[in-house]
């Protein structure tokens, strides 16, 4: 046989009634084979195949789908929960812009209860400085005062030690006894 469609040729010349056999010239009969076994397959494979294929496809694409809309679906929700927090971000700088303007005020608040408790306290200083200027005047004014009364006590008894003799201090020991008796006298 010089090539693959001599053994075709040949099958002509073989005898149809009662012998069968082996064809052993495999460069022959293989490409024979599985171009029949190919054929046949292509035949009656194609629709299996095809629904198979089909089938590969149609999971595919339910799969495809199936992850676009999970896709969509994971959007929408991002979207949603974008916005919430987009409005939980506004709500918290007007609180935060709330909270400036309340703590601007209540600072100036404070620095005005501050700047109004310090006059008071300046004014209950003074007033206590006025006082204890007072009450040390008066302190030494009464001092002064005892200094010249002790002074003048000691300088008049001086003075009546010196004039004083004995007869005129009898005298005047005698006169006042006799003032304490009328006077003793008068309160009975």
């Known amino acids: 046989m010089k090539n693959g469609t001599d053994s075709f040729l040949s099958l002509g010349y073989w005898p149809s009634a009662g ?3 082996f ?3 495999i460069l022959a009969t293989n ?18 195949c095809a629904s198979c294929l089909s ?3 149609d ?8 992850t676009i809309r999970n896709s969509e679906e994971l959007r929408e929700g991002a979207i949603e ?8 971000l506004r709500k918290v700088e007007m ?10 005020s209540e600072i100036e608040r404070e620095k005005l209860n501050l700047i109004n408790s310090t006059y008071k306290n300046l004014e209950r200083l003074e007033n206590y400085k006025n006082e204890t200027i007072q009450f040390e005047q008066q302190r030494a004014i009464n001092q002064v005062r005892q ?5 003048a006590l000691q300088g008049a008894l001086g003075t009546l030690n010196s004039c004083l003799n004995n007869e005129l201090h009898l005298r005047t020991i005698s006169a006042n006894i006799g003032m304490f008796g009328a006077m003793k006298e008068i309160t009975d």
């Open 59 to 66: 999971n595919r694409k339910q799969r495809i789908l199936s």
């Open 147 to 151: 200094r010249v009364f002790q002074q």
């Open 55 to 57: 089938y590969l496809l």
């Open 19 to 21: 012998s069968f056999g």
């Open 23 to 25: 064809n052993t010239d």
């Open 95 to 104: 609180e935060a812009d709330e909270f400036r303007v309340n703590g601007y």
């Open 81 to 88: 929960r974008l916005e919430k927090a987009r409005a939980r």
């Open 31 to 48: 490409p024979i084979n599985l171009s029949v076994v190919l054929g046949v397959l292509i035949f009656f494979g194609k629709g299996v």
